[in-house]
């Protein structure tokens, strides 16, 4: 694999990890020593520029890297990176009522009229296709789901990829809509049902992120604006 590419990959993924953990595009630029648009030409959908050796050996130093990471493909790296919060639990299995559940499972509603955007927002319509996908039981107790509170929906749009790409599909638990920092979760925020990750702020503010930082900044706005439909517990995606 190309140099070029690997070293442009890691340095996503730390990207990834570190918005992940709270931090702004421009404090990871700091962190790595550099400026948000270096890190923009290098990361960016149109990037044109290269990691060269001199700010590849300066960014692993900066973000406490062994000499030479940024050059190596880390495979158990790119597993977790992929993951995040919307973890993917296995295969799902599109079904109709003809087809026979077995002990263990249970059929959760797959609303695909009904689009999440992860972008600048889709209007939200009535659902009545019939579709479900099959659920285990265990899967769902384990992620503390009720299956009546479950249901599944496509998500649309680039804001929060490359964790969620256009066309995949998100488990949304709807009993469990208290917000906690740095996940993700289905919200209605000015007319729109979207997927972002939220984060409480003082006097009563919700900051809205996505991962997307090169095209999407955050926002932020008074915690009465926002609806939290459920959060995000599980996804399918797609690439």
């Known amino acids: 694999m190309d140099i070029k590419y690997i070293r442009r990959k890691n340095l996503r993924d730390q990207q990834l990890k570190a918005i992940k953990a709270g931090l702004s595009k421009a404090d990871f630029a700091e962190k790595c020593g550099t400026s948000a648009s270096t890190i923009s030409q290098i990361l960016g959908d149109k990037a044109g520029r290269n990691l060269g050796d001199d700010l590849a050996r300066k960014i ?35 079904w109709d009522s003809k087809t026979s559940l077995y002990g ?9 009229e009904v689009k999440i955007s992860a972008g600048s927002g889709s209007l939200f319509q ?74 409480l702020m003082p006097k009563g503010k919700i900051r809205i992120r996505s991962y997307n930082q090169d095209e999407y900044d955050d926002e932020e706005c008074d915690a009465t604006e926002v609806t939290v ?7 399918s995606v797609l690439y």
């Open 126 to 199: 009535e659902d009545h296709n019939g579709y479900k996908l099959r659920f285990a039981k265990s899967t769902l107790r384990r992620l503390n789901v009720q299956p009546e509170n479950a249901v599944c929906v496509e998500v649309i749009g680039n804001s929060m990829e490359p964790v969620l790409p256009d066309g995949s599909t998100v488990g949304v638990d709807l009993g469990n809509k208290i917000i906690k920092d740095g996940k993700m979760y289905a919200i209605d925020y000015g007319d729109f049902l979207r997927v972002k990750v939220l984060y």
């Open 60 to 94: 692993e130093k900066n973000l406490g890297l062994k000499h030479g990471w940024l050059d190596l493909q880390h495979h158990e790296t790119q597993k977790n990176s992929e993951v995040h919060e919307a973890q993917i639990i296995g295969g799902i299995i599109p």
């Open 104 to 112: 263990d499972e249970v059929e959760v509603p797959f609303l695909k």
């Open 229 to 235: 439909i459920g959060k995000v517990f599980w996804s």
